[in-house]
Nanobody, 124 residues
Framework: QVLLVESGGGLVQAGDSLRLSCAAS????????MGWFRQAPGKEREFVAG????????HYADSVKGRFTISRDNAKNTLFLQMPSLKPEDTAVYYC?????????????????WGQGTQVTVSS
């Protein structure tokens, strides 16, 4: 078992910024490929961003390219998602996920462990 705990969500206005964090415990953090997903009401869970084990490779969904930045601090066992210029369509529950092997997957089935999620609400 790997425990993932997200934090940093909240209620903001369009154009504001948030930084989400995901704290990991239970296994060596640097052994996991990590990803962020989000799920809005009535929609399927969708990929947001992924990052390789040591952070040298990243991948983003088209909807957040040029806006969001995924990063990790392996010394602190923490994953981040910097979210500037938030839009109402970014409103969703955001989930942190871990994959035990290398390679960034863009589907939820590619990940082995999940956090409980943190709510991000962006008002117009």
């Amino acid at each position: 078992q790997v425990l993932l705990v997200e934090s940093g969500g909240g209620l903001v206005q369009a154009g504001d910024s948030l930084r989400l964090s995901c704290a990991a415990s239970g296994r060596t953090f640097s052994s996991f490929t990590m990803g962020w997903f989000r799920q809005a009401p009535g929609k399927e869970r969708e990929f947001v961003a992924g990052i390789s084990r040591i952070g040298t490779t990243t991948h983003y969904a088209d909807s957040v390219k040029g806006r969001f930045t995924i990063s990790r601090d392996n010394a602190k066992n923490t994953l981040f998602l910097q979210m500037p210029s938030l839009k109402p369509e970014d409103t969703a529950v955001y989930y942190c996920a871990a994959r035990v092997t290398s390679a960034i997957f863009t589907t939820p089935t590619g990940y082995d462990y999940w956090g409980q999620g943190t709510q991000v609400t962006v008002s117009s």
